[in-house]
């Protein structure tokens, strides 16, 4: 009996130093481009977009932080990027298959939303699974992806789709991005920033406060935030998005020049329909 418990503890001290070793070597600067390489090269497996990385500057067991990451879509432009970023990954759930972040952080980001192909946006194709793609003939299982709410900060996002350039600036909030078989699904909660679109500068580029939720499928996306823009009087809006068309309700009480620019840009954009009543 004691010869087991000897063996039991010798095992479990083995173990110990093993893994303690293990972390030690990740965190050192070979290990850390070791798993900013195979990050990259795991993004490249599952999704049709790819990831880089500049550097991984800390890695502590689970937790790590990055510099300088970018996401691009199929064609070589940049969709998102981030100057500092920050995740605690759920390791549990990393050996059943999910990607899942018990807290991460995002600062300085830019969001770049362009026309794509086959009625997407060019997010939407860096995203995509590659199982989605019919070129593609791996039997590979899609990544599933849940993010939890991710902090972001002093983040900018630029919609050019077609149309008016309309830019949302000095974000922060918070964004939960899940992904499974059915497709990628997004929600914004507690988001304020600053307008800068059709109409901003009438009314001195407003700050506003917005939720939405967002769903990506096969046949288009399906988008509804709701925001109001600190104005006087404060001026609720909501914009729809279903299958690469854009709805906005801005209501009976929006500022006339605002609106009337904002009806102009519709009548030059297909895709825009602007409902004032």
């Known amino acids: 009996m004691r010869r087991v418990v000897i063996f039991v503890l010798a095992a479990l001290l083995a173990t110990f130093g093993f893994s303690l070793a293990l972390r030690q070597q990740l965190a050192s600067a070979h290990g850390r481009e070791l798993t900013r390489r ?22 502590d067991g689970t937790r790590a932080r990055a510099t300088d990451v970018r996401f ?37 980001a830019v969001v770049h939303v ?31 992806i849940d993010t939890g709410a991710i902090r972001f900060d002093d983040t900018t996002l630029r919609l050019a789709l077609g149309g008016p350039e309309v830019t949302l600036r000095e974000l922060e909030g918070f964004v939960r991005v899940a992904r499974s078989e059915g497709g990628p699904r997004v929600r914004l909660d507690a988001v304020r920033g600053r307008y800068d ?3 901003a500068r009438l009314l001195d580029h407003p700050r506003f406060e917005a939720n939405g939720r967002l769903r990506v499928r096969p046949v288009g996306t399906e988008a509804r935030f709701e925001a109001v823009l600190e104005v006087d009087p404060p001026w609720p809006i909501t914009m729809s998005i279903d299958d690469g068309n854009v709805r906005i309700d801005a209501g009976e009480d929006g500022p006339p020049l605002v609106v009337a620019a ?16």
């Not at 199929?74 to 549990?92: C, F, I, N, Y």
């Open 197 to 199: 679109g059709p109409g």
């Open 72 to 108: 691009f879509d199929p064609r070589g432009e940049v969709v998102v990027s981030v100057r500092e970023a920050e995740v605690d990954l759920d390791a549990t759930a990393l050996l059943g298959g999910t990607l899942r972040f018990e807290r991460a952080r995002a600062r300085d």
């Open 262 to 277: 904002m009806e102009t840009a519709s009548v030059l954009v297909d895709s825009l329909d602007v409902q004032s009543r």
């Open 38 to 59: 195979g990050v990259e090269a795991a993004y490249a497996r599952h999704l049709r977009g790819t990831l880089r990385i500049g550097s991984i500057d800390a890695l």
């Open 114 to 144: 362009r026309p794509g192909v086959d009625a997407k946006t060019s997010l939407e194709e860096a995203f995509a699974s590659r199982t989605s793609d019919p070129r593609d003939t791996t039997d590979e299982r899609p990544l599933a």
